[in-house]
């Protein structure tokens, strides 16, 4: 291809392009600048990347409006350097205009790690996180006091010695279907603590007690069970479970494990998903097999609009605990949505027949009955 040829072309991109690249009419988001010049392009390889010419056919594409061109560019420019700033933040603004806005803070935190000081990729996050957070409409949740620090208390969030072979278990799906025992269980000993320190109070002289005597003397309506059928007495002042071990300990567990979570839950009931979306991320990196935080991921993520993002959580969520209701009723959802009906029933009509009698079987039984009758998504699921 000669210069003159060149030269068109490349006049044309940076003529016909306009001030900024908008996913709304007024959004303030502005294309990348390209700081290549045409002459360095022309004098060769050495001076002009071959990444940087695809980020000005990608520019130029996404001027007429063929983002599906763009992407193809920048994914062509991408697979020869896949650290050019300048593709990353054109991709980012892509799929900001198209409404994609988790993966476009995906591409921009990816910029910010590269190149902390980019404005243009630091003012694109600041948009994006302002319009993905929703209008608070319930007020949020006061959190409880923090628990006081325990010089006793495990660094592992397993009760037990932190080595490699630990380490491994901590990944396990099981697990976190066993702190959900030890959390009941936790609850079971705070509540007996409680009366333990009632009776304490009111009776200072009295040392040697059971458990039981908390029954007899009226400070507990009857004993707690614990969901591993464990026996409950006391130890000093602390309360134990021959199958969980001490509350202290116990608690020292399970509130490493659910801190994290616990936050994401409280935003997500405050409607601050970006906040319940932060949380939960952080959770699923530190726990990767934990079944129900990928199902509050992928909940948090389809509440903001990406339901193809969810999918992919949900997944992950049924991979590692296949029982979880809630994300196989959200994963109907979503295949119903996105106009996959038949994928939809299949689910539905597997959930309606395996859990007869539940809630979980009326409400997919009802579901699938509308769906069957040919009512839409929005007839069924209403915008709020």
């Given at each position: 291809?000669?210069?003159?040829?060149?030269?068109?072309?490349?006049?044309?991109?940076?003529?016909?392009?306009?001030?900024?690249?908008?996913?709304?009419?007024?959004?303030?988001?502005?294309?990348?600048?390209?700081?290549?010049?045409?002459?360095?392009?022309?004098?060769?390889?050495?001076?002009?990347?071959?990444?940087?010419?695809?980020?000005?056919?990608?520019?130029?594409?996404?001027?007429?409006?063929?983002?599906?061109?763009?992407?193809?560019?920048?994914?062509?420019?991408?697979?020869?350097?896949?650290?050019?700033?300048?593709?990353?933040?054109?991709?980012?603004?892509?799929?900001a205009r198209e409404g994609k806005?988790?993966?476009?803070?995906?591409?921009?935190?990816?910029?910010?790690?590269?190149?902390?000081?980019?404005?243009?990729?630091?003012?694109?996050?600041?948009?994006?996180?302002?319009?993905?957070?929703?209008?608070?409409?319930?007020?949020?949740?006061?959190?409880?006091?923090?628990?006081?620090?325990?010089?006793?208390?495990?660094?592992?969030?397993?009760?037990?010695?932190?080595?490699?072979?630990?380490?491994?278990?901590?990944?396990?799906?099981?697990?976190?279907?066993?702190?959900?025992?030890?959390?009941?269980?936790?609850?079971?000993?705070?509540?007996?603590?409680?009366?333990?320190?009632?009776?304490?109070?009111?009776?200072?002289?009295?040392?040697?007690?059971?458990?039981?005597?908390?029954?007899?003397?009226?400070?507990?309506?009857?004993?707690?069970?614990?969901?591993?059928?464990?026996?409950?007495?006391?130890?000093?002042?602390d309360i134990v479970c021959d199958?969980?071990?001490?509350?202290?300990?116990?608690?020292?567990?399970?509130?490493?494990?659910?801190?994290?979570?616990?936050?994401?839950?409280?935003?997500?009931?405050?409607?601050?998903?970006?906040?319940?979306?932060?949380?939960?991320?952080?959770?699923?990196?530190?726990?990767?097999?934990?079944?129900?935080?990928?199902?509050?991921?992928?909940?948090?993520?389809?509440?903001?609009?990406?339901?193809?993002?969810?999918?992919?959580?949900?997944?992950?969520?049924?991979?590692?605990?296949?029982?979880?209701?809630?994300?196989?009723?959200?994963?109907?959802?979503?295949?119903?949505?996105?106009?996959?009906?038949?994928?939809?029933?299949?689910?539905?009509?597997?959930?309606?027949?395996?859990?007869?009698?539940?809630?979980?079987?009326?409400?997919?039984?009802?579901?699938?009955?509308?769906?069957?009758?040919?009512?839409?998504?929005?007839?069924?699921?209403?915008?709020?």
């Amino acid at each position: 291809m000669n210069k003159s040829i060149l030269l068109r072309v490349f006049f044309c991109v940076f003529c016909c392009f306009p001030a900024c690249i908008c996913f709304g009419q007024n959004d303030g988001f502005n294309p990348p600048t390209s700081e290549t010049s045409v002459r360095a392009l022309l004098e060769g390889h050495q001076k002009a990347p071959k990444a940087d010419t695809y980020y000005l056919i990608a520019l130029s594409e996404a001027r007429k409006g063929n983002n599906e061109a763009a992407f193809k560019a920048i994914k062509t420019g991408l697979a020869i350097n896949s650290t050019n700033i300048r593709l990353l933040n054109l991709q980012g603004a892509l799929l900001a205009r198209e409404g994609k806005l988790v993966q476009a803070r995906k591409i921009f935190m990816m910029v910010l790690n590269l190149s902390p000081e980019d404005d243009y990729a630091k003012t694109s996050l600041s948009t994006i996180e302002h319009s993905m957070q929703p209008v608070r409409k319930i007020e949020p949740v006061i959190k409880s006091p923090a628990i006081a620090s325990i010089q006793e208390a495990p660094i592992s969030p397993l009760n037990i010695q932190n080595d490699d072979k630990n380490q491994d278990k901590l990944l396990e799906a099981e697990y976190f279907l066993e702190v959900k025992i030890k959390q009941q269980c936790y609850h079971n000993m705070a509540i007996i603590k409680r009366a333990q320190d009632a009776m304490t109070a009111a009776n200072p002289k009295e040392k040697d007690y059971t458990v039981q005597t908390l029954v007899e003397k009226r400070y507990l309506v009857s004993l707690p069970v614990c969901p591993k059928s464990g026996i409950y007495s006391r130890k000093d002042n602390d309360i134990v479970c021959d199958k969980h071990g001490t509350q202290t300990e116990l608690g020292a567990e399970v509130t490493n494990v659910y801190s994290e979570f616990n936050n994401g839950m409280r935003s997500k009931l405050s409607r601050n998903y970006l906040d319940a979306l932060k949380s939960f991320e952080q959770v699923v990196i530190l726990y990767p097999k934990w079944g129900e935080a990928h199902f509050q991921l992928g909940d948090t993520l389809f509440r903001l609009g990406e339901a193809d993002t969810a999918l992919e959580s949900l997944r992950t969520s049924l991979k590692h605990e296949p029982g979880n209701l809630d994300a196989e009723l959200l994963l109907a959802n979503i295949y119903f949505k996105k106009g996959m009906k038949t994928h939809a029933l299949a689910i539905l009509d597997r959930i309606t027949e395996q859990n007869k009698g539940s809630v979980y079987a009326y409400a997919a039984r009802s579901i699938a009955k509308s769906i069957r009758s040919g009512r839409s998504y929005y007839e069924l699921f209403p915008p709020q």
